[in-house]
């Protein structure tokens, strides 16, 4: 069977792909395209993750899509809502019919003679491998392992007799009714959790090593419901969409700037929710500036709501070891529990997992230079998505394939079959940084040795700026020096240059 060809393979039917898709078909629309997709669904972290409370930390006029609106009157809204709006927006747009489903990436190889992609996929209903080609690659897979979660080593967890489950796959026939529940871990899965799990179960308990900063907001965005009443729908969207990237750029700007104010009014917060008694320096007050870490955004007051009541706590405190009825902890505490979450983080991936290769020589990504945060030096034809550590995910997936639509549309335009980014000479002496900085999160921390290495000047910068990756995707040049462009005749030339070897041997 022959292998079949397309322009453009993305990867991963998610929140990403589904919109480089529709951006794809939009901006370029002679271009053949198809989407692999690993599991059987699209909307994948919003697919995936099935816990109790599942929703966005993020409000969804810009957690959506920059070309459709949000139109539920929720703007922080459950995992369910999300991933109706992403299989309407496929739906809309005649996505679907591009997905493969089943089809896992495992390696990707480039060739510079036949200038493409081969990339092999697992099939999950035979477990058979197929091979696609492309002349461009889009990476949609998101950022963390799909098939392991992290979960540190307990001691005495095989002594345990009731249930340990992850966020990450939640058993669809887990009944916690009437249940002592623990849940380990101060991050956004286990805040959503515990108010979540406290309507149904006897106690949660949010088993913290150290706190985090949390706030809350109402999960109704009256600014934007008012406007949508008065505005035409897409200029409603456009404005409130605006409106909150500016607030979220000027909320970090100030953590940047005075860290102790923002952290003053957090506290304060706190303090007014759970009462001048409840004691905040212990479990709300962490040894880190504001935005050090991801800010938790608690929903109409749900977590402090759970808390106030008498079936959800906090301890703060480090495990000892797990008991057949519970965990001790190291100040010599039992927490009894009969089902035991681990809401212990996730396990960051480069490229979905898969192998890549380029002219037969396997990538090491964590000796690539970033080109602005979505290629990578010595690797050709090939954009991937990682959105906003400190604002909504979609914000840099709109950007970045925008981006890629322009640049396809330039390598049309020019006759290019390739473009790679490479050094240039004024760039020698650039020292390297970590991909994401100022971000000392855990998930983060543990893959940076991974990934990419950013330099100090453009375009090899990774800035985690909205308004500075507008200017860097929408506007620079994409001529500047760094980006290596090849016309097809260097395709033919390596075809020549094989085929008078082959006739000489």
């Known amino acids: 069977m022959a292998t079949e060809s397309f322009d453009v393979i993305i990867v991963g039917a998610g929140l990403s792909g589904v919109g480089a898709a529709v951006h794809l078909q939009r901006e370029c629309p002679g271009r053949s395209y198809a989407i692999l997709e690993s599991r059987d669904a699209m909307g994948g972290t919003w697919d995936l993750f099935r816990y109790p409370g599942i929703r966005s930390d993020s409000d969804m006029h810009t957690l959506g899509y920059n070309f459709k609106p949000w139109r539920d009157a929720k703007a922080i809204a459950d995992g369910p809502a999300i991933r109706a709006y992403v299989n309407e927006t496929a739906r809309e747009n005649g996505v679907e019919e591009h997905i493969r489903y089943r089809h896992r990436v495992i390696r990707i190889a480039w060739s510079s003679r036949d200038a493409n992609w081969t990339v092999t996929a697992q099939r999950a209903d035979s ?27 307990f001691p005495g967890r095989e002594d345990f007799k009731g249930t340990v489950i992850h966020p990450q796959f939640w058993p669809e026939d887990l009944d916690y009714s009437g249940k002592r529940v623990v849940v380990i871990g101060s991050g956004a899965t286990a805040m959503t959790l515990v108010p979540a799990m406290a309507e149904e179960a006897e106690s949660v308990t949010m088993l913290q090593r150290s706190p985090t900063y949390v706030v809350s907001r109402p999960a109704k965005d009256w600014f934007a419901n008012t406007l949508r009443a008065l505005l035409p729908e897409t200029w409603a969207y456009a404005t409130t969409r605006w409106r909150n990237v500016l607030l979220q750029q000027w909320v970090y700007w100030r953590t940047r700037t005075a860290p102790d104010k923002v952290r003053d009014v957090l506290l304060k917060r706190v303090r007014e ?9 212990t479990h709300f007050t962490p040894r880190y500036n504001p935005w050090d870490q991801r800010l938790c955004l608690v929903p109409d007051s749900d977590l402090f709501k759970a808390l106030r009541s008498d079936k959800a706590r906090v301890v703060t405190d480090t495990i000892d070891r797990f008991t057949d ?94 473009v790679v980014p490479a050094l240039r000479p004024e760039d020698a002496d650039m020292p390297a940084r970590d991909w994401i900085e100022d971000f000392p999160a855990g998930y983060m921390r543990r893959a940076m040795h991974k990934l990419p290495k950013q330099g100090d000047r453009e375009p090899w910068i990774n800035p985690q700026n909205y308004r500075k990756d507008r200017l860097m995707f929408r506007h620079a040049p994409l001529e500047d020096g760094a980006l290596q462009f090849s016309g097809p005749e260097l395709a033919d030339s390596a075809k020549a240059d094989e085929t008078m070897l082959r006739e000489a041997s």
């Open 127 to 153: 477990n058979d491998t197929v091979e696609l080609r492309c002349n461009f690659l889009m990476m949609c897979a998101g950022y963390y392992s799909y098939r392991q979660a992290h979960t540190p080593e």
């Open 273 to 281: 929710e759970l009462g001048p008694d409840y004691d905040i320096d």
């Open 325 to 418: 009825s519970g965990i001790r902890l190291t100040s010599g505490e039992l927490l009894e529990a009969d089902i035991i979450v681990t809401a212990t983080g996730l396990e960051l991936v480069v490229m979905g997992e898969a192998d890549a290769l380029v002219d037969g020589e396997p990538v090491d990504f964590a000796q690539t230079w970033s080109y602005k945060g979505l290629m990578y030096t010595g690797v050709p034809n090939l954009v991937t998505t990682f959105g906003y550590i400190n604002a909504s995910w979609t914000l840099r997936a709109d950007l970045t394939a925008e981006y890629c639509c322009r640049l396809l549309k330039h390598m049309a335009e020019t006759g290019a079959v390739k």
